[in-house]
């Protein structure tokens, strides 16, 4: 298996995993986007907890190799799920920091 279909597999399974737990209150879900063709990952939330809620928790592209986290809301940050199931800091963009900032996280620049 190539680099890129792995990981694929990795942020499917991370997502899947943030996506099976329930949320504390309301009435809210929470959904998977996957766009393989175009390699855009998306966690989604939807519902009502006294007014509506609806918005994206995280959103991951993989671009030239590398995973690109254009948004992250999680409490500890997909960046260390990342880690953790193998993938090096050098393929991780954190590209919800500015381009200048990205050389100070420790992360890949792009």
Request: charged share 30%.
């Amino acid at each position: 298996m190539d680099r890129v279909a792995h990981y694929r597999q990795i942020i499917e399974r991370i997502l899947a995993e943030y996506a099976s737990i329930p949320y504390a209150h309301g009435n809210i879900d929470r959904l998977t986007v996957f766009d393989r063709e175009r390699d855009h990952y998306l966690l989604m939330i939807a519902g009502w907890d006294r007014r509506r809620e609806h918005g994206c928790i995280v959103h991951v592209d993989i671009k030239d190799g590398k995973f690109w986290i254009q948004r992250d809301g999680t409490e500890d940050g997909i960046a260390l799920e990342l880690e953790a199931a193998g993938v090096p800091k050098e393929d991780i963009v954190l590209a919800f920091k500015p381009p200048e900032m990205r050389k100070h996280t420790g992360y890949a620049v792009a």
